[in-house]
């Protein structure tokens, strides 16, 4: 029973537009969301995180919305670079900041010059 | 500074062998994790430590163990091996300190169990 969904295994888009990048949840004791990219041999990098007390976090081209009502969390890409095809995990904390990570199974986003 | 690091690379092991694979976090982190990560899969938490102590365990059999030394390097141990453990298995770390969600990945290992 997966508690954490990424329902789009790719997303092709065009150099310069927005990606939105979706991941729904289970949970309702999830209280901290991750995303991370992760390159071909390679490990998880570390993108951006919110806390489940707030509704958006920017960090320079990346934007994350969490929609609690409906358990859902995105990942904006303002504007998409080529550099930016990569596979994006969502991943939930459960348990605090003691706890662990439950990630969803990815999605492969390609963008294209 | 230096990130994550694990070793090996790359292993491949025979069915029933076991396994050590390592990893050592980033300097004055204190709390470490196991993954494992299967094609087409999100990584899965295998175990957590901090100080040295087993914090979490996820749903995978006593054939692994772990155990972190007080340098905050760990050793994920693998034992009686079966095809269905070839997998990326990755390391991540931790602060730990309250509040400090970010865990930081290492490279990962690729065992491939023939």
């Known amino acids: 029973d997966q508690q954490v969904k990424q329902n789009s295994p790719s997303l092709s888009v065009q150099e310069g537009r927005i990606s939105i990048l979706n991941c729904d949840y289970t949970?309702?004791?999830?209280?901290?969301f991750l995303w991370y990219k992760k390159y071909p041999a390679e490990g998880p990098t570390f993108l951006i995180s919110?806390?489940?007390?707030?509704d958006k976090n920017e960090d320079g081209r990346f934007t994350v919305f969490l929609n609690k009502s409906a358990k859902h969390l995105s990942l904006h890409i303002v504007p998409s670079q080529p550099g930016d095809s990569a596979v994006y995990f969502c991943a939930a904390y459960y348990g605090g900041s003691q706890g662990n990570l439950i990630f969803g199974k990815g999605t492969k986003l390609s963008v294209k010059p | 500074d230096a990130g994550v690091t694990q070793s090996p690379t790359h292993l491949i092991k025979t069915r029933g062998q076991q396994v050590t694979l390592r990893c050592s976090p980033i300097s004055g982190h204190k709390s470490v994790s196991w993954y494992q990560q299967v094609l087409g899969q999100g990584p899965q938490f295998i175990f957590q430590?901090?100080?040295?102590?087993?914090?979490g365990r996820g749903n995978f059999p006593d054939r692994f163990s772990a155990r972190q030394f007080p340098n905050y390097s760990s050793e994920l141990n693998v034992n009686a091996l079966l095809l269905g453990d070839s997998a990326l298995y990755l390391c991540a770390s931790r602060s730990g300190s309250e509040g400090s969600y970010e865990q930081y990945f290492g490279p990962g290992t690729r065992l491939t169990v023939t």
């Open positions: 949970n309702s004791m999830f209280d901290y």
């Open positions: 430590y901090y100080e040295k102590e087993e914090r």
């Open positions: 919110i806390s489940s007390i707030k």
